[in-house]
């Protein structure tokens, strides 16, 4: 079974920093794409952070100055250093994973359940 589980999320006030963190966990054949999506209340879900299995990264450009994605292979694990926070960074920010699995043998795109960030003025 498959499980991505991210935490970090909370509160912080404008110009703060906060540090995402999305672990997959479960048999792992193959980890390919991980990264973050944020929807806020009534707007689109939009794509934060991409890294790939060999460390390309892609960013929406309101963060690309000011947010870091990374990825630890060992850990099955995705970071979001979020630094200079606005409050339009406010929304919930969902993980994903493209694993390959035992039980699956093609790479799926996993989600997590989402971590709050909220970012006061």
């Known amino acids: 079974q498959v499980h991505v589980v991210e935490s970090g999320g909370g509160l912080v006030q404008s110009g703060g920093s906060l540090r995402l963190s999305c672990v997959a966990s479960?048999?792992?054949?193959?980890?390919?794409?991980m990264g973050w999506y944020r929807q806020a209340p009534g707007k689109q879900r939009e794509l934060v952070a991409s890294?790939?299995?060999?460390?390309?990264?892609n960013y929406a450009e309101s963060v690309k100055a000011r947010f870091r994605v990374s990825r630890d292979n060992a850990k099955n694990t995705v970071y979001l250093q979020m630094n200079s926070l606005k409050p339009e960074d406010t929304a919930v920010y969902y993980c994903?994973?493209?694993?390959?699995?035992?039980?699956?043998?093609?790479?799926?795109?996993?989600w997590g359940q989402g971590t709050p960030v909220t970012v006061s003025s």
């Open positions: 994903f994973a493209e694993m390959m699995t035992l039980e699956n043998r093609k790479f799926v795109n996993y």
């Open positions: 479960g048999i792992n054949l193959g980890l390919n794409t």
């Open positions: 890294i790939t299995a060999g460390f390309v990264t």
